[in-house]
C-alpha cells in the first residue's frame, strides 16, 4: 500500500507543477469575476496528476484483479478528458453533461460485471453526475475540493478492503500531492479535468463502500461526503425556489457565501472538521448493529441539514431558505 501511495503522491505533485507551467504558457486562468470566488487570475488543469494516478491505480486493478476495473477506467477517461477539454475551450453544458452519464453508465457495467444488483448500477449513473458537478463547484475556495476528496478517501481506506482499498489510499495521497500547490492561496485549481476526476473516483468508493456494507449501513458511509453534498443540493433547491437560472454558475454555495465573510483558508479548515467529526463519528457507528448505525447515520445527516439552515440565513448577509 505504501509503495502505490507515494508514487501517486510524485505522479500528482509533478503533473501539478507542469499543468501551472502550461496554464500559464497556454493562458488557461480563470479570471475572477461576480461568478467567481478568488481574487486573482488563477491557471486550471492542476487535477490533471491526480486523474493520471488514479487511472494507473485502476488499470493495475484491471490486471491483477478483475478486468471489470478496466469499465471503472473507461469511466474515469470519459470524465477527465472531457474535462481537460473544457479546460482548454469550454464546452457547452450537453456534451459534459453526456459524459458523466457515460461515466455513471461505465461504472454502472462494472458493477453489474462484479456481480452487484442493479441498485447499485442505476444509483452509479445517479451519482457520477452528482459528485462530479459537486467537486466541479467547491474547486473555486482555496484547498476545499482536494481536502475534502482526501479526507472522504482516507475514511473510504479505513472501512473497504481489497482493491477499493488500495484506490482509496492512492486517491487519498494524490489529494496530498496536489494540496501544497492549492492551499493557503492557490497557486492553481484542480479544472475540470480534476474536480471531474475526483468527483468520479468519490462515487467509485462510496459504491464500493455500499457494495460491501448492508444497506443500512448507507447513511453511515454518506457521512464523509455530507457536508459537500448537502451543501450542493440544498443550495440548488433554494435556488430553484428562487426561480433563479439554477444551471448557470453562481456563488451562492453556502462555502462561497461563508468565504467572502471569513477567507478562504478559516472555510476549508472549518470543512475539514466538519468531515473529520463525520469520519470519527461514522468509524464509531460502524461497530454497532444495523438498525443502530442507519440511526446514528440518518441523525447525523439531519443533524448537518439543521446547521446548513442555520448558517444559510446569517452567511453573507443572505437571504433564508423560503426567500
Not at 487570475?41 to 490533471?48: A, D
Amino acid at each position: 500500500m505504501l509503495l502505490p501511495a507515494l508514487l501517486a503522491f510524485v505522479v500528482s505533485a509533478l503533473g501539478t507543477g507542469w499543468a501551472r507551467r502550461h496554464g500559464r504558457r497556454k493562458g488557461l486562468l480563470d479570471q475572477p469575476g461576480a461568478r467567481r470566488s478568488h481574487q486573482r487570475p488563477t491557471p486550471r488543469g492542476g487535477g490533471i496528476g491526480i486523474a493520471m494516478a488514479g487511472l494507473a491505480v485502476i488499470v493495475v486493478l484491471a490486471r491483477t484483479e478483475t478486468a471489470s476495473w478496466y469499465w471503472v477506467g473507461a469511466g474515469l477517461l470519459s470524465v477527465s478528458l472531457t474535462g481537460w477539454r473544457d479546460d482548454h475551450r469550454s464546452l457547452p453544458i450537453l456534451p459534459r453533461l453526456v459524459a458523466h452519464l457515460l461515466a455513471g453508465i461505465l461504472l454502472a457495467v462494472a458493477l453489474l460485471q462484479q456481480g452487484h444488483g442493479w441498485t447499485l448500477a442505476v444509483l452509479a449513473i445517479l451519482l457520477v453526475p452528482a459528485l462530479v458537478n459537486a467537486w466541479n463547484f467547491i474547486d473555486g475556495i482555496d484547498g476545499l475540493a482536494a481536502s475534502q476528496a482526501g479526507l472522504c478517501a482516507l475514511a473510504s481506506g479505513c472501512v473497504l478492503a481489497g482493491p477499493a482499498q488500495a484506490l482509496a489510499w492512492v486517491v487519498a495521497a494524490a489529494c496530498a500531492g496536489f494540496l501544497p500547490f492549492n492551499v493557503p492561496v492557490a497557486r492553481i485549481f484542480l479544472g475540470d479535468v480534476g474536480s471531474g476526476a475526483l468527483g468520479y473516483l468519490m462515487a467509485v468508493l462510496l459504491l464500493s463502500g455500499f457494495a460491501a456494507r448492508p444497506w443500512m449501513h448507507w447513511p453511515l458511509l454518506l457521512l464523509p461526503m455530507s457536508a459537500v453534498l448537502l451543501d450542493a443540493g440544498l443550495t440548488l433547491v433554494w435556488r430553484i425556489r428562487r426561480g433563479d437560472r439554477w444551471w448557470q454558475p453562481h456563488v451562492q454555495h453556502l462555502y462561497q457565501r461563508a468565504a467572502r465573510r471569513a477567507g478562504h483558508a478559516r472555510i476549508t479548515a472549518a470543512y475539514a472538521g466538519w468531515t473529520g467529526l463525520a469520519i470519527g463519528i461514522m468509524l464509531a457507528l460502524l461497530s454497532l448493529g444495523e438498525a443502530g448505525g442507519f440511526a446514528g447515520g440518518a441523525a447525523f445527516i439531519l443533524l448537518t441539514v439543521a446547521l446548513w439552515f442555520r448558517l444559510h440565513r446569517t452567511a453573507d448577509g443572505g437571504e433564508g431558505f423560503g426567500s
